[in-house]
Nanobody
Framework: QVQLVESGGGLVQAGGSLRLSCAAS????????MAWYRQAPGKQRELVAA???????NYADSVKGRFTISRDNAKNTMYLQMNSLKPEDTAVYYC???????????WGQGTQVTVSS
């Protein structure tokens, strides 16, 4: 059974940092596209950052220069380093991944990030 498990969320003051992790398990196929989304109360889920299996990345304009997405393919783990956090970054952060070959998508359960002003 394929699972994605996020960790690293929490409460931090504005200007602080957090590092999220997303560990994938249970798959005999490698993962290609992986991404972080977030959803704030009353808002739609939005793309934060994405990374391909080759390491190409893209970011939402709102996080460029503050967040860095990375991955360790050997560990099937993706990371999101979040610096200079702002109260508007407060949301539940979800990771998603698409398996190569079978091209199916999986989502994690989400981790809460709260930034206090």
């Amino acid at each position: 059974q394929v699972q994605l498990v996020e960790s690293g969320g929490g409460l931090v003051q504005a200007g602080g940092s957090l590092r999220l992790s997303c560990a994938a398990s249970g798959s005999r196929f490698s993962f290609g596209y992986m991404a972080w989304y977030r959803q704030a109360p009353g808002k739609q889920r939005e793309l934060v950052a994405a990374i391909t299996s080759g390491g190409s990345t893209n970011y939402a304009d709102s996080v460029k220069g503050r967040f860095t997405i990375s991955r360790d393919n050997a560990k099937n783990t993706m990371y999101l380093q979040m610096n200079s956090l702002k109260p508007e970054d407060t949301a539940v952060y979800y990771c998603t991944a698409r398996r190569l070959i079978v091209r199916d998508d999986y989502w994690g359960q989400g981790t809460q990030v709260t930034v206090s002003s």
